[in-house]
């Protein structure tokens, strides 16, 4: 009876504690990562890629993800050497999603274009496909580099077994010159910067948009555009390459990651990898 009156003590006490309002950055973190949230949730998906050989900047990152149970893409150029190979399997085993990115950064129409799909899937795809099989990194996505791509591509890479593209929407060009700039509207304000989140399954293409300096990134546009996802349960696709304190122009900064990331977490917005996505 003695114990039994400690227990309800102790109960009483922990309730009192948190003040009977259970809030869900209360729970331990093993708890928390069961809690991410889901495409389907209704409250909008952000979805997050980081493009060529940025290993480094990539596993520094992962620290900011776990905070905020975040997954992210990242697409991977050039040979699948020692390093790619680890920083592969240390994406993969924190819940990321690892795609490919072409052995030679390939502009991929015109590449099929001159060499003929055949050729082009042996020499771009085949080298990487071939060692993430072999060492077990499940592959099924691929970024085009540039960009560049053609409907002839799509189904080149569609026919091989591959479930999702990713393009561009075109809204956010590569200009570090500032040239493009006349009619550039705030992103937010660009419907062609999102897609329901009701359709995701139906979207093989994802089209995205490229964040950093040279891009044009407004941190306070990326904030609405995150806004508007949730708001309108929207898809929001986002494409950088480096995480860095002080990345090169096409490149993200830790703050910046940061700020998305604790946007979308405040929200309830699910952050996912590409592999995590529903299927038709
Ligand atoms: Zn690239």
């Not at 090169?248 to 990898?273: N, P, Q, T």
Request: negative net charge; hydrophobic residues 40%; proline residues 5%.
């Amino acid at each position: 009876m003695h114990r039994l009156a400690l227990l309800m003590a102790a109960v009483l006490a922990l309730f009192a504690s948190v003040g009977c309002r259970i809030v869900e950055n209360e729970f331990p973190a093993t708890w928390r990562r069961h809690m991410r949230p889901k495409v389907g949730d209704g409250k909008g998906t952000i979805l997050l890629s980081f493009d060529d050989r940025n290993f480094n900047g990539w596993k520094a990152a992962i620290p900011i993800f776990d905070k905020y149970r975040a997954h992210a893409t990242f697409f991977v150029c050039g040979p699948i050497n020692k390093d790619a190979m680890s920083a592969m399997k240390v994406m993969l085993a924190k819940g990321h999603s690892v795609g490919l990115h072409g052995l030679g950064h390939r502009n991929a129409d015109k590449a099929v274009a001159d060499m003929g799909a055949e050729m082009y899937w042996k020499e771009e795809i085949e080298p990487q496909l071939n060692i993430c099989r072999m060492i077990g990194v499940p592959i099924s996505s691929f970024a085009y580099p540039n960009n560049r791509r053609t409907d002839e591509t799509d189904a080149l890479f569609f026919s091989k077994g591959f479930a999702h593209l990713r393009g561009s929407t075109g809204l956010v060009p590569y200009d570090p010159k500032g040239l493009k700039q006349a009619d550039r509207r705030p992103l937010s304000e660009c419907d062609g910067a999102f897609f329901p989140a009701s359709e995701i399954a139906s979207h093989r293409l994802l089209r995205t948009n490229m964040v950093g300096a040279d891009y044009h990134t407004d941190a306070n546009d990326l904030v609405r555009c995150i806004e508007r996802a949730h708001e309108r349960d929207e898809v929001l696709a986002l494409t950088s390459h480096d995480i860095a304190e002080s990345p090169s122009g096409i490149g993200m900064s830790v703050a910046l990651l940061e700020l998305v990331l604790s946007k979308a977490d405040e929200l309830g917005m699910a952050v996912v990898g590409y592999d995590e996505l529903p299927r038709d």
